[in-house]
């Protein structure tokens, strides 16, 4: 079993800067890709950012040069720094990871957080 444990949403005023991790946990073989998505209302989930189990990394083209993704591949964390925030932005923000357990290769989610951009 794989756990997603997901902190630091919140609400920022335009411009600002928020801090989101993400920590999986449980019976965890080996990590392959984790990343970010985020799902405003009435809007499909997107991929916000992700980085490989390579260190490769990926933006959305609305999130480049204001957002970073990083990971601690020690500890199975995945971060997503963002700046420059503004109310586009406004979602809820969910962790998401490829795990390989001993039984399985599957993706895995966190609970989401509330990120809201607002003045």
């Known amino acids: 079993q794989v756990q997603l444990v997901e902190s630091g949403g919140g609400l920022v005023q335009p411009g600002g800067s928020l801090r989101l991790s993400c920590a999986a946990s449980?019976?965890?073989?080996?990590?392959?890709?984790m990343g970010w998505f985020r799902q405003a209302p009435g809007k499909q989930r997107e991929l916000v950012a992700a980085v490989t189990g390579g260190g490769t990394t990926t933006y959305a083209n609305s999130v480049k040069g204001r957002f970073t993704v990083s990971r601690d591949y020690a500890r199975n964390t995945v971060n997503l720094q963002m700046n420059n925030l503004n109310p586009e932005d406004t979602a809820v923000y969910y962790c998401?990871?490829?795990?390989?357990?001993?039984?399985?290769?599957?993706?895995?989610w966190g609970q989401g957080t509330q990120v809201t951009v607002s003045s």
């Open positions: 998401n990871a490829r795990i390989a357990t001993m039984m399985e290769l599957d993706d895995y």
């Open positions: 449980g019976s965890i073989f080996s990590s392959y890709a």
